[in-house]
């Protein structure tokens, strides 16, 4: 399984960018649920959003309402759609497929499998 993150870049707060996570491998295909985790400096890595199979996500209470996450057409590409990007944004963004999802009370939990992409840097800054 090989996944290609890209899309990251310099942007000054409150603009935009799309990270892009293109997948191959036997293991990816429509029922692969993929997330989008973050490493800031000094942090531990946190999970930033995920999408299961369906249309289905879930989001980090700190980019409610400012990131989209989403699949491609084609269903092997996720992407997160960021704007209104504030400087503690800042981090390595990484993709990750095919991880656990349980579900809850209406909602669900995704756990990282150990398929990650290379990680894309995303900083926010004036």
């Known amino acids: 399984v090989q996944l290609q993150a890209s899309g990251g870049g310099l942007v000054q707060p409150g603009g935009s960018l799309r990270l892009s996570c293109a997948a191959s491998g036997s293991i990816f295909g429509i029922t692969t649920a993929m997330g989008w985790y973050r490493q800031a400096p000094g942090k531990q890595r946190e999970l930033v959003a995920a999408i299961t199979s369906g249309i289905n996500t879930n989001y980090a209470d700190s980019v409610e309402g400012r990131f989209t996450i989403s699949r491609g057409n084609a269903k092997n590409t996720v992407y997160l759609q960021m704007n209104s990007l504030k400087p503690e944004d800042t981090a390595v963004y990484y993709c990750?497929?095919?991880?656990?999802?349980?579900?809850?009370?209406?909602?669900?939990?995704?756990?990282?499998?150990?398929?990650w992409g290379q990680g894309t840097q995303v900083t926010v800054s004036s």
């Open positions: 990750n497929a095919a991880g656990r999802v349980t579900w809850y009370s209406g909602t669900f939990d995704y756990t990282n499998s150990p398929y």
